[in-house]
């Protein structure tokens, strides 16, 4: 669990970045399953940052320089009636004690307090566009502030995106954040070997899932990260397949993408192994390309490397793997600089990793590749999906292969925290099946 403390250090480093401005930052909606039936809440990943609040109906506005307090909280108040439905709630009072709000009201008040705290400030800083209906009121409230111009009241003249500061501070991970995020790849990586062990042909794909999502929760993990992709045969050639509902073919490949969730941390990984425990020729010629593939993107994967450079060595190894099963012809620079390789690997090579697992920040700097520091966290994927067309040799059609792992930046290098899940083929062929 992060400190109290650790939050209250990211919103003042935030409204130091913010300068005479008021942040408003709104949680996620309650979602609809059907009916009267919801899905099961979890907090928007910018106001958790800054909060750790975890219930919904909540607004956080943080007000550098208000006298009677910087932060402050609407939410639900307390309700014996509706808790003893739903659970406890927090209520001003728990904001307050619990949760490091300097002042919290409930969140029925709002229209009445949040456009006092907009007056005189010359921007608000919210997440514009990712709730709209928030978005009206919030105009709202500051035309309310506008109509008071006549008083000597002045509103502000400028809505910035949030992201715009914020994203660059959740990029870089602080101690305690990759303290849960080695967590969360613990528990990730146990739940792929339970997976390996219990696999055998004749299985279906949920029951393979069952298995994660066991092994997940039994570890205190509340849910996923995503959706889980459980895909045997032909369909581990569908990058999100998430049906997990055919039949597993002795003989074919199964690839597993998934991760556990910790305090709204992800972890994230994929392993690709054959249901049967045992690699078939044209399947190991296929893997070892792509393992090899995640070795070379990991070797750049250091601080002071441009952020392409990974992709790049990953790209490279895949075309002359495919050169030289004959899957590709011509040149290793002119296919890598047509795009030639996409019909078999169309996806880049990974992505930034922390609250959401395709974590916040940009890519590009004006326009240039970013270079990677330390603190960032990002996964390597590379992978090979072999569609079922004439012009393949047999043994390679519908093999899909995705080997992903997650890589923390480190001054003197990097560490793959998900280095528990085993990918060397014999480490596989040992424990596939062994349950």
Known sequence: MISAKVFNRRRQDLMQLMGDGVAVISTSREATRNRDVLYRF?????FYYLTHFPEPHAIAVLSPG???GEYVLFCRDRDPQR???DGSRAGVSGAVEQYGADDAFPIDDIGDILPGLLENRKKVYCNVGI???FDVKLLNWVNEVKSKSQTGVSAPHEIVDLGHVLHELRLIKQTEEITVMKRAARITASAHRAAMRACRP???EYEV?????YQFRLAGSDYPAYPP???GGRNACVLHYIDNAAPLQDGDMLLIDAGAEIDCYAADITRTFPVNGKFTAAQRDVYSIVLNAQAAAIDK???GVPWNEPHDAAVKTIVEGLIDLKLMTGSVEEICESGGYKRFYMHRTGHWLGMDVHDVGDYKIDGQWRQLEPGMTLTVEPGIYIPDDDDIDPHFRNIGIRIEDDVLIQRDGHMILTKDAPKRIDDIEALVGRS
């Open 42 to 46: 979890r907090p928007d990943s910018d």
């Open 66 to 68: 208000r006298e009677q």
């Open 83 to 85: 808790e003893k439905w």
């Open 131 to 133: 709730y709209p209906e």
């Open 202 to 204: 004749g299985m279906m």
């Open 209 to 213: 899932e069952a298995e994660l999502q």
């Open 229 to 231: 992709i459980v895909a």
């Open 301 to 303: 994967t250091r601080a």
